[in-house]
């Protein structure tokens, strides 16, 4: 009897939780619609690691921010202005990606390799998309496409150049 008890409490507890997780996508792009997402290589030896850092607050502000050797070498910032329309296509872009759902990490990620993971808020809630997630993988896919898309070629561009010519001048330590 006790069981039974315990396994009902316990599909009671993962049906609160489920609708708990379930995230609403507004149809109409909310006043506090910001993103943060982070780019990340492998494990590199700290001239090689390079990092991205992408920000774009309610006000279409928008940054881009590039790391090398774990933030203990050269880096640049970036500033470029979303439009009102540019914030409402990225919100129903990513909307259509499949942003809006509960995600979760995978329990057994795989070891190296590059990540990226983001934190998108809309309507007082924010959306954790992992570095890893459990599923998904089409849908993380094509959230990483969109969010990219958001910052503009010649600010890409830009940090392409950087990137290389950072890279370039830096050494392995002795």
């Known amino acids: ?10 599909l009671v507890l993962m049906a ?7 995230v609403r996508a507004l149809e109409e792009r ?3 619609f910001s993103v943060e997402a982070r780019w990340r290589t492998g494990s590199l030896p700290p001239p090689y690691h390079h990092s991205e850092h992408i920000t774009i607050s309610p006000a279409g502000d928008g940054v881009l921010r590039g790391e090398t050797a ?8 970036w500033t470029f202005q979303l439009g009102e329309d540019d914030l409402d296509r990225l919100y129903d872009d990513l ?5 809006f759902r509960s995600w979760r990490e995978d329990t057994n990620p795989p070891v190296g390799g590059g990540s990226w993971w983001a934190d998108v ?5 924010t959306t954790e998309i ?8 089409g849908d993380k896919q094509r959230v990483e496409d969109v969010l990219r898309s958001a910052v503009p070629s010649a600010t890409w561009s830009a940090h392409a150049s950087w990137l290389s010519d950072a890279l370039s001048t830096l050494s392995e330590p002795d």
């Open 95 to 99: 909307r259509e990606a499949g942003l």
């Open 121 to 125: 808020t809309a309507g007082g809630d």
């Open 70 to 77: 774990y933030g203990d070498g050269p880096s640049e910032t």
């Open 130 to 137: 992992p570095s890893f997630p459990r599923g998904g993988w």
């Open 30 to 32: 909310p006043d506090d």
């Open 1 to 10: 009897m006790q069981t039974r008890v315990n396994l009902l409490a316990l």
């Open 16 to 22: 609160v939780a489920g609708a708990c997780a379930s």
